[in-house]
């Protein structure tokens, strides 16, 4: 069974970045969508960052500006940078792939392979 694994958040302060990393041994980041989603507490899971096999992204719009989605195929590793944070962005984030070759408007039940999450917790 295919699990992705997600690592780098922590506890940062308002105005400061993160950088989560993801990846599998079991699994091409290469072989279609690949995304980061965050659930914050009393709230539903939601796409922060999506980027299918042609490198095209999306952001959500909370996001737009101060996150960069990247993929690293060398190191068969998924990246979301994120700058500016504010408390808002507190949540758990996790990355998700879905076998198909566009992101664009992928509903989040045709991702099938899961990270277990990585608590990111912005401080005002």
């Known amino acids: 069974q295919v699990q992705l694994v997600e690592s780098g958040g922590g506890s940062v302060q308002s105005g400061g970045s993160l950088r989560l990393s993801c990846g599998s041994p079991?699994?091409?980041?290469?072989?279609?969508?690949m995304g980061w989603f965050r659930q914050a507490p009393g709230k539903e899971r939601e796409a922060v960052a999506t980027?299918?096999?042609?490198?095209?992204?999306n952001y959500a719009d909370s996001v737009k500006g101060r996150a960069t989605i990247s993929r690293d195929t060398a190191k068969n590793a998924l990246y979301l940078q994120m700058e500016r944070l504010v408390p808002e962005d507190t949540a758990i984030y996790y990355c998700?792939?879905?076998?198909?070759?566009?992101?664009?408007?992928?509903?989040?039940?045709?991702?099938?392979?899961w990270g277990q999450g990585t608590q990111v917790t912005v401080s005002s």
């Open positions: 998700a792939a879905a076998p198909y070759a566009s992101c664009w408007r992928l509903p989040t039940a045709k991702y099938n392979y």
């Open positions: 980027i299918d096999i042609n490198s095209s992204t």
């Open positions: 079991r699994y091409n980041i290469r072989n279609g969508c």
